[in-house]
C-alpha cells in the first residue's frame, strides 16, 4: 500500500513533502501533477520528473532549469527516460559526467559518450549498463588504464577477468586481484604474483570470500 493512501489524507498538497513526493511520482491526477509543478519543495517536483504518466509538457518545465538537471543527474532513482532527455537536449560536458556514472544511464548513451569524452572513458567502463562490446574492447586495449576498469564493473563476465589475469601490467592485475567474481584460483595464483600490491590485493579479496589462510 502506498504511504499516501491513508484515512486521514484529505488534501494531499496538506501533506509533509516527503509523502508529496510519493504521490507525485505516481499520481495520474492532471491538477495534482499541475499543483506540483509548482510546489515550493523543489524535492517534489523533482520527485514529478520521475513520473511516468507526466506531459513531455510538464517534464520539460522541470528539466529546462539547469539546477533541477543536476540534482536529478545525482539522484540515483532517476528514470532512463529522463536521463535520455537531459542527453539530447542538455548534452553538456558536465551532464555527461555525470551520466557516465549514473547507474540508470541506457548502455547506447554511455557508448556515444566513449566516442566524445576520452577522459570519462575509466568511468564509462565501471558502470553495470556499459556494453558488453565496449567492455571486451577494453579487455584489449592497449591502454592499461581502461584495461584495469573492467574488473570493477559487476558486469564483468568471468572470461573478461580470466583474459585480464594474464596481463603482464601491475595495476591490470591488482584490479582483478581485488574483484570478488574473479575465480578463486586465479585469486590464489595471483597472491603469490612478484608484485606486492597485488599480493596484497588478492589475499585481501580471499580473505573477505573466506578462502585466504596464512
Not at 559518450?113 to 570519462?120: A, D, M, P, S
Not at 606486492?196 to 578462502?211: F, N, P, Y
Request: aromatic fraction near 6%; hydrophobic fraction near 35%.
Amino acid at each position: 500500500m502506498k504511504r499516501y493512501i491513508k484515512a486521514a489524507v484529505v488534501n494531499p498538497l496538506d501533506e509533509e513533502p516527503g509523502v508529496r513526493c510519493d504521490i507525485a511520482r505516481e499520481t495520474e491526477d492532471l491538477n495534482l501533477i499541475d499543483e506540483f509543478v509548482k510546489d515550493d519543495a523543489y524535492k517534489v517536483r523533482l520527485a514529478l520528473a520521475n513520473n511516468p504518466n507526466i506531459s513531455e509538457d510538464v517534464l520539460d518545465s522541470i528539466i529546462s532549469n539547469e539546477w533541477n538537471q543536476e540534482q536529478l543527474l545525482h539522484d540515483s532513482s532517476t528514470l532512463p527516460i529522463v536521463l535520455r532527455k537531459i542527453y539530447n537536449e542538455y548534452n553538456t560536458h558536465y551532464n555527461r559526467k555525470d551520466l557516465a556514472q549514473h547507474h540508470n544511464t541506457p548502455s547506447d548513451i554511455l557508448s556515444e559518450i566513449w566516442k566524445t569524452e576520452r577522459g570519462l572513458r575509466g568511468v564509462i567502463l565501471m558502470n553495470p549498463n556499459v556494453s558488453t562490446e565496449l567492455l571486451w574492447y577494453a579487455v584489449n586495449s592497449e591502454n592499461p588504464h581502461e584495461r584495469s576498469a573492467v574488473p570493477f564493473n559487476s558486469s564483468a563476465t568471468e572470461d573478461m577477468l580470466i583474459k585480464l589475469s594474464e596481463d603482464t601490467d601491475p595495476e591490470v592485475l591488482a584490479a582483478v586481484a581485488s574483484s570478488p567474481s574473479t575465480p578463486i584460483e586465479i585469486l590464489q595464483k595471483l597472491a603469490q604474483d612478484a608484485d606486492a600490491g597485488v599480493r596484497i590485493s588478492a589475499k585481501m579479496t580471499l580473505r573477505d570470500l573466506g578462502e585466504y589462510t596464512e
